[in-house]
């Protein structure tokens, strides 16, 4: 902590005496849209309206100030809904994704601090299929591995620092704070390196949380872990997040892939969740691609394999129609495809078409 006090400090010192320039604040957001089939919810068929289908139903605000000199003070406010009820994603939070406050310097870097996600999901979720192909079913089963910013990624009483770019790198850390007597409980720590220069995009990224809820449970269609019964999400006593992935840009062509594994500790007892991704994104025309993701993740005694083919289309650089379709097969258990509760049986198959706008 004194380290950390220490650097805030020397970073707040390179911002004394820059002279005040001029400020803005931008509203944004993303609305979408779209219809989906699911063959097997539960043992039955399901034809449904869905929301924040390629990208999350979100708005916020953004602000920045020109302190001069390369120095900027900004703010970031950002909410998550369901665009078919209106209905928060988080109840309880006014900012359920993003609610911070920060400097950035040239020279020194970027300090900020509020609520946010571990780097895991900052860095390594840019790169994930399901934001390369804009299909939220691309996610794993649970997002264990804290890749969807779905409003329960996020960690409050952070700090992050993040060092300015060298030759197309950039570091950083964060800490989570529990706000209580007890600094140990509940306090949540990340790192990340990340590259992005030329055709290539890559970051690797690592994260010990404690006391941290997931989704294992009846989410995923298990009711025991590690021997032990699941009435509840499980809150793991610690959870170890270490996740790699990489884009390069290949003329038309666009190769993506990542890693996670994701160490889960209960109650004495631990217990890996791990995922292999891989896929291509083939840009037929500036208004369109296609994409084709697979990936196998794996906790305890259960495998979820699993394909998708997306098609997307650009209307505007604002506005894109999709239709997409994802299979997945299970070994030890139940398939359940992000977003979807569980299938009775070991297979499932989502259908979704949609409409995407951003603002």
């Not at 219809?35 to 929301?51: D, F, K, R």
Request: glycine share 12%; aromatic share 12%.
């Amino acid at each position: 902590m004194k380290h950390l006090i220490a650097g805030t400090a020397l970073l707040a010192a390179g911002f004394s005496g820059a002279a005040c320039a001029q400020s803005s604040v931008t509203l944004y957001g993303s609305v979408d849209f779209g219809l989906g089939y699911n063959n097997n919810i539960g043992g039955h068929s399901q034809v449904q309206a869905v929301s924040g289908n390629s990208q999350p139903d979100r708005w916020g605000l953004i602000g920045t100030e020109d302190l001069g000199g390369g120095n900027k003070a900004f703010f970031r406010l950002e909410n998550g809904f369901q665009v078919i009820n209106g209905v928060s994603t988080r109840s309880g939070y006014m900012f359920n994704r993003s609610a911070y406050v920060g400097l950035s310097s040239d020279k020194l870097g970027t300090i900020t601090a509020g609520h946010m996600t571990p780097f895991s999901q900052a860095w390594i979720n840019p790169l994930d299929a399901a934001v390369v192909a804009f299909i939220y079913q691309d996610y794993h089963p649970g997002n264990i591995d804290e890749l969807s910013d779905n409003s329960n990624t996020q960690v409050d009483n952070t700090v992050r620092y993040e060092t300015p770019r060298f030759y197309g790198f950039k570091a950083g850390a964060q800490i989570s704070l529990s706000n209580s007597t007890n600094f140990a409980a509940g306090r949540n720590t990340s790192f990340g390196l990340r590259y992005d220069r030329g055709p290539l995009k890559a970051a690797i990224t690592y994260a010990d949380e404690t006391q941290r809820t997931t989704q294992i449970g009846s989410a995923i269609g298990f009711t025991h872990f590690q021997g032990l019964p699941l009435t509840s999400p499980l809150v793991a006593d610690h959870l170890r997040n270490i996740a790699a992935a990489a884009n390069y840009r290949l003329g038309d062509f666009r190769l993506h892939g990542l890693y996670t594994n994701v160490k889960i500790t209960y109650e004495g007892r631990s217990d890996t969740f791990q995922t292999y991704e891989g896929g291509v994104t083939w840009w037929t025309s500036p208004f369109n691609f296609i994409d084709a993701t697979a990936f196998t993740s794996t906790l305890g005694d259960v495998r979820w394999n699993q394909a998708s083919l997306i098609d997307m289309y650009f209307l505007s650089k604002a506005t894109q129609v999709y239709a997409g379709i994802v299979g997945q097969r299970a070994i030890g258990g139940v398939a359940v495809i992000f977003s979807n509760s569980p299938s009775s049986t070991n297979s499932q198959v989502a259908i979704r078409i949609g409409l995407h706008h951003s603002f």
